[in-house]
């Protein structure tokens, strides 16, 4: 019956013995020993034979092997228990069946592959490629979603009303809330601004609200417009980050058309802030000086440093006021008494064909400790004209008539720091000679 099935499949009978006969001999070794007779070796040569056989046709049971090994162990006179031959044959079945399933396994594998290229090259993506993008496509819009949210700058309370009697425009800044953290603690000094477009000679700022993300302001400031006017004005309140020794951060701001709102009842309302707009071209610069006193000689030191635009990121200039595109900027200090009586005026040295002058000149004046806190300082950048007036570039005030709370803020620090030199920058103000 063995030999039958090995002529149907064309074995080699030579080759299949010579291997089959190795592999006996070596899972020998590993068995109690027997020993190895001519009729054992002839017999390992026929098992090799119908193994080969076994493993090119897939339908033959492992009955039949098991019968055909008892048979030829018979006739070549080896005498061994019928199990052993049951067991090589169930083993010889698993090898085969792994092994012709590994290879099913492997073509299949290469299908997908070409498979796949053949998609790359038409310009297509595999199914595999398309279920990774949909895993990835759901993180990059979570990714876009949170970076909307970082966007976010806070928002402002804040009420406004009209006075018909007396033609007066009342804001009260309220507070703000969730406002992003400018500084490296994680906090912000935050103060707003209140200015009432086209015209920014008069603007308000409230106070400094220190290392605080939801600041509590309840400040309230009042704009003189007659009421035919007011329809083409703009309120603007700007958020700002409060730094002494660089420009202020702009937060955010919230711009109110005037002609929008109903001036017949009180409006308060929250408003998100927005990203500022590019005014800066207009604003007529920064300077920068230190404050020094001391009580005991009752002298105050002036030292102007140096000026330019600090708020505009494409220049750093001041404001340009000649016709060239230039400015001969000069810096004047006068001090007034509390009557705002001027008491005493002195002048920098002119710097010309400049936007971004440099000074470093220092400047003293004799003021009694009894006095200190009667008096303000005006400081003016100015364009000079031989041939006309001086024009104001821009101005503030310190002291008792301080035009702002940054400014309020460095003399009280000066004050509190007697015979130390205080330095910060300041943003000018639109102001007449």
Known sequence: MFSRHARSL?????????????????????????????????????????????????????????????KMAQNNGVAMPRWVFSGLAAVTSLVIFSFLLCICKKCCCNKEKEKEK???????????????????????????RLGKKEKKLGKL????????????????????????AMDLGGTSDPYVKVILLPDRKKKFETKVQKKTLNPVFNETFTFNVPYAEIGGKTLVLAAYDFDRFSKHDVIGEVRVPMNSVDLGQVVEEWKELQAGGNDDNDKPGDICFSLRYVPTAGKLTIVILEAKNKADPHSENLKKMDVGGLSDPYV?????????????????????????PYFNESFSFEIPFEQIQKVSVTITVNDYDRMGKNEAIGKLTLGCHASGSEELRHWSDMLASPRRPIAQW???????E
């Open 10 to 70: 064309g074995a080699d009978p030579s080759a299949a013995a010579d291997a089959t006969s190795t592999t006996l001999l070596s899972s020998a070794t590993s068995s109690p020993p027997v020993a190895a007779s001519p009729g054992l070796k002839h017999l390992a040569g026929d098992v090799g034979r119908s193994f080969l056989n076994v493993g090119k046709s897939s339908y033959v049971f492992a009955g039949a092997i098991d019968d055909d090994l008892f």
């Open 118 to 144: 053949k998609g790359l090259k038409n310009g297509k993506m595999p199914d595999k490629g398309s279920a990774t993008l949909q895993k990835i496509q759901p993180d990059m819009n979570e990714l876009n």
């Open 157 to 180: 309370q804040y009420s406004m009303d009209y006075d018909f009697q007396n033609n007066n425009l009342i804001v009260n800044i309220l507070q703000a809330s969730e406002l992003p």
């Open 332 to 356: 004047k200090i006068t001090v007034f008494s509390s009557e705002n009586k001027r008491l005493k005026k002195k002048k920098t040295t002119v710097k010309k064909n400049t936007l971004n």
């Open 426 to 432: 300041h943003t000018l103000m639109q102001g007449e």
